[in-house]
């Protein structure tokens, strides 16, 4: 799931997706990437809907570089 969304709402090709997905795992936090504020908050609202209906407690935050 977490690398269907990295792939389908961030753009990350599999590799990254994997990559960034295994980070999360052993560090508890991962980059998807850097956007501009308003989009990072409509791909934060995408990604939280869509674990919503899955039912995965996959989590997102802004953080301002």
Known sequence: FVVDV???VFQKSPAEAH???MQVHLN???KAGIYPWEVAETK???LL???RDA?????ATIEDA
């Open 6 to 8: 990295l792939e389908s």
């Open 19 to 21: 990559r960034v997905m």
């Open 28 to 30: 508890g936090r991962g």
């Open 44 to 46: 934060v609202d995408t």
């Open 49 to 51: 809907s869509l674990a």
């Open 55 to 59: 039912g995965h407690p996959l989590q």
